[in-house]
T-cell receptor
Framework: GNSVTQMEGPVTLSEEAFLTINCTYT??????LFWYVQYPGEGLQLLLKATKADDKGSNKGFEATYRKETTSFHLEKGSVQVSDSAVYFCALSDQGSQGNLIFGKGTKLSVKP | GAGVSQTPSNKVTEKGKYVELRCDPISGHTALYWYRQSLGQGPEFLIY????????DSGLPNDRFFAVRPEGSVSTLKIQRTERGDSAVYLC??????????????FGQGTRLTVV
């Protein structure tokens, strides 16, 4: 069945450091891929998405590229800020489904000043 | 309202009791989903509604769990004879387009259920 595997945390970085959170997936067909973020005390929010191979999703300085050949959707940011501290979830949605999301376990990021 | 609203935000109940969790989706969103998030895990799908009908309830763990959406808007997740293992955050999400994987799902802040 479909599944998502993402890098386990927690990840602790200094402000302005480079961030990578790895995400790989297993799916039949051509899923859409997402990164959701959960800030402390808030609900899940969509950070970025990509709906087909080689698409790059980007938002708030974060980027992720849909790589079908490596079944990956790694999240990157060139310079993190304290305000980026949150839990990040990689997810997929099977194009043939009703839009159900399958999530990874989440990666907690802490950015220190 | 502006977003997906879930009530209550926290619920503590005794083992064996019945609980109801409510979700108010974004107005006009026909697709509604329930997820369960255990500590340290990602959300896991429970049930999907398209309009008033449960189009997919394959994620419900057992027959103690049931959900309704009688008028195609508000949904209630019902758990009978609660067990300590039911303790988790229950998340609701809604989406404007019922099918297709690429559109955005909007999540509520969840109900934290604790069974003691």
């Amino acid at each position: 069945g479909n599944s998502v595997t993402q890098m386990e945390g927690p990840v602790t970085l200094s402000e302005e450091a480079f961030l990578t959170i790895n995400c790989t997936y297993t799916a039949t067909g051509y899923p859409s891929l997402f990164w959701y973020v959960q800030y402390p005390g808030e609900g899940l929010q969509l950070l970025l998405k990509a709906t087909k191979a080689d698409d790059k999703g980007s938002n708030k300085g974060f980027e992720a590229t849909y790589r079908k050949e490596t079944t990956s959707f790694h999240l990157e940011k060139g310079s993190v800020q304290v305000s980026d501290s949150a839990v990040y979830f990689c997810a997929l949605s099977d194009q043939g489904s009703q839009g159900n999301l399958i999530f990874g376990k989440g990666t907690k990021l802490s950015v220190k000043p | 309202g502006a977003g997906v609203s879930q009530t209550p935000s926290n619920k503590v109940t005794e083992k064996g009791k019945y609980v109801e969790l409510r979700c108010d989706p974004i107005s006009g969103h026909t697709a509604l989903y329930w997820y369960r998030q255990s500590l340290g895990q990602g959300p896991e799908f429970l049930i999907y509604f398209q309009g008033t009908g449960a189009a997919d309830d394959s994620g419900l763990p057992n027959d103690r769990f049931f959900a309704v959406r009688p008028e195609g808007s508000v949904s209630t997740l019902k758990i009978q004879r609660t067990e300590r293992g039911d303790s988790a955050v229950y998340l609701c999400a809604s989406r404007e387009i019922p099918t297709g994987g690429g559109s955005e799902a909007f999540f509520g802040q969840g109900t934290r259920l604790t069974v003691v």
